[in-house]
T-cell receptor, first 114, second 113 residues
């Protein structure tokens, strides 16, 4: 079965640079979520989109923005990168209305800021 | 706001033995879902088991089962016949109408040969 695809899998950037992370949800899934997992920490919710509209927002810095496109893929744009942005970024997708609201996680993008 | 607490940062179990990981949560909602996720060294998030709050019956998936105590807001994971491949970080997660996961801080499980 098709899974959530994230690209790139690894990304190395310098401070103050920008980064774009991409997420391709499972086919027919209409909702995308972004989570940030710092070293030794649990995943923290950043933002979510349903049918191309932002549906919820968590602890996402103003330097970050995201959107969901007409084909339901999503991009997380990160500007003025800081050392503290180094983390594993997960994308997850779900189908609104499914019984368990279970989210399916991608493999993550490991961002290293030097 | 909902919170999830895992009070055991690390647990060890002998191969073939049974281990229980604890999770408590706090919520004022009546309808929600609880999950256990496994995160091996690859850091992929793998669903282990899910529990619907409206179901009194505890969920079971092969060697994995939960003890769901709704009144006590407790959701523990029991792993029977532990295997070396079970070694990983385990996260308890809460999901409700806001549709975002709230994770506990995780429990690192070590399996001893």
């Amino acid at each position: 079965a098709a899974g959530v695809i994230q690209s790139p899998r690894h990304l190395i950037k310098e401070k103050r640079e920008t980064a774009t992370l991409k997420c391709y949800p499972i086919p027919r899934h209409d909702t995308v979520y972004w989570y940030q997992q710092g070293p030794g920490q649990d995943p923290q919710f950043l933002i979510s989109f349903y049918e191309k509209m932002q549906s919820d927002k968590g602890s996402i810095p103003d330097r970050f923005s995201a959107q969901q496109f007409s084909d339901y893929h999503s991009e997380l744009n990160m500007s003025s990168l800081e050392l503290g942005d180094s983390a594993l970024y997960f994308c997850a997708s779900s189908l609104a209305g499914q019984v368990s609201y279970e989210q399916y996680f991608g493999p993550g993008t490991r961002l290293t800021v030097t | 706001a909902q919170t999830v607490t895992q009070s055991q940062p690390e647990m060890s179990v002998q191969e073939a033995e049974t281990v229980t990981l604890s999770c408590t949560y706090d919520t004022s909602e009546s309808d929600y879902y609880l999950f256990w996720y496994k995160q091996p060294p690859s850091r992929q998030m793998i669903l282990v088991i899910r529990q619907e709050a409206y179901k009194q019956q505890n969920a079971t998936e092969n060697r994995f089962s939960v003890n769901f105590q709704k009144a006590a807001k407790s959701f523990s994971l029991k792993i029977s016949d532990s295997q070396l491949g079970d070694a990983a970080m385990y996260f308890c997660a809460y999901l409700s109408g806001t549709y975002k996961y709230i994770f506990g801080t995780g429990t690192r499980l070590k399996v001893l040969a």
